[in-house]
Nanobody, 119 residues
Framework: QVQLVESGGGLVQAGGSLSLSCAAS?????MGWFRQAPGSDREFVAA????????RYADSVKGRFTISIDNAVNTVYLQMNSLKLEDTAVYYC???????????????WGQGTQVTVSS
């Protein structure tokens, strides 16, 4: 069983930056970030192996978001720059035994953290 705890959400103006953290109680193979806006399906944002290589990004965030991992403290980060109104959502981190963008292939989920981008 892996427990995941996200932090770092909040309110930011469009064009601003925010950094999310996800502390894991253990390691699987890969970590991912997903988001869900009200009335929308859960959407893939980014994923990375615990080795720190092969990051993947959704097209909607490519070039603006960066996923990274710190093995020393079992924490995965999501640096979000140039935030847009449409980035507003609850952001979840998740752990999987495969590197994938498919939400139902993730076995463990955090509780989520709200990110709100204002105009």
């Amino acid at each position: 069983q892996v427990q995941l705890v996200e932090s770092g959400g909040g309110l930011v103006q469009a064009g601003g930056s925010l950094s999310l953290s996800c502390a894991a109680s253990g390691r699987t193979y890969a970590m991912g970030w997903f988001r869900q806006a009200p009335g929308s399906d859960r959407e893939f944002v980014a994923a990375i192996r615990w080795s720190g290589d092969s990051p993947r990004y959704a097209d909607s965030v490519k070039g603006r978001f960066t996923i990274s991992i710190d093995n020393a403290v079992n924490t995965v980060y999501l640096q979000m720059n140039s935030l847009k109104l449409e980035d507003t959502a609850v952001y979840y981190c998740a752990a999987s035994i495969v590197l994938t963008s498919t939400w139902n292939e993730y076995d463990y989920w955090g509780q989520g953290t709200q990110v709100t981008v204002s105009s």
